[in-house]
Every structure is written in C-alpha cells, then in structure tokens.
C-alpha cells in the first residue's frame, strides 16, 4: 500500500525559498505520476504542479509557473518541489498526491485522477 509523507513546510518571508519533499513508502515511487496541490485558507484545493512517471513531463499551476520547480529522484523515492520567490498568496496546506500508471509521459493536474495522498505540510508566508 502506497504512503506519503510530505516535509519541509514552514513559516518563510516573501521572497524566501523552501524545499518540500514528497517521501513514499510501501511502493516505488518510479512507477507512479505525481501531482502536488495546495489548499489555502478557506479555498478550495487547487493544483501545483505534476510530474511523470519519466519526470520529463512536469506541468505548473500559472500562479507558480517560473518560481517553483518540481523534481523527482528515483533512487530516494521523493518527489520534491522547491518553492522560490515566495509570497503570501502561497500560503496554503501543501499535499503530494500519486497515481499508478503504465503511461510514462502524462501529467494530469486533476485531483480525481489520484489514488493515494499525503497528509500536508504547511507553508506560511509572510509579507
């Protein structure tokens, strides 16, 4: 059974960069699509990023597209996603989601295309 565990929320300044991480276990990672999303006070979950299972194909939300990057490494099984140039919009409940796929080049930004989910990191940012 798939489990993650996401790390590395804080609370950051504007401006500052973060590292999240996005640990699985009881599964490899490798064969899994991975998708981050975030939920903000009060708002509705919405997504941030995705990455393939060959993490060639990586789509962004635009609210983050060009400050954030997602990546994945095989050999740790962890996806991460690095946060830069923060502001307090960014400010939500941050959550790594995976789907088991036999397609290498998809990455959906859809949330009921996830089957497992982590249990959040939260990231504040103040201005």
């Known amino acids: 059974q798939m489990q993650l565990v996401e790390s590395g929320g804080g609370l950051m300044q504007s401006g500052e960069s973060l590292r999240l991480s996005c640990v699985a276990s009881g599964s490899l990672l490798n064969y899994y699509v991975v998708g981050w999303f975030r939920q903000a006070p009060g708002k509705e979950r919405e997504a941030v990023s995705s990455?393939?299972?060959?993490?060639?194909?990586?789509t962004y939300a635009d609210s983050v597209k060009g400050r954030f990057t997602a990546s994945r490494d095989k050999v740790k099984n962890t996806v991460y996603l690095d946060l830069n140039s923060l502001k307090p919009e960014d400010t939500a409940v941050y959550y790594c989601?995976?789907?088991?796929?036999?397609?290498?080049?998809?990455?959906?930004?859809?949330?009921?295309?996830?089957?497992?989910w982590g249990q959040g990191t939260q990231v504040t940012v103040s201005s």
């Open positions: 990455v393939s299972i060959g993490g060639d194909i990586i």
């Open positions: 989601a995976a789907k088991r796929s036999q397609y290498f080049a998809i990455a959906p930004m859809d949330e009921p295309f996830y089957d497992y």
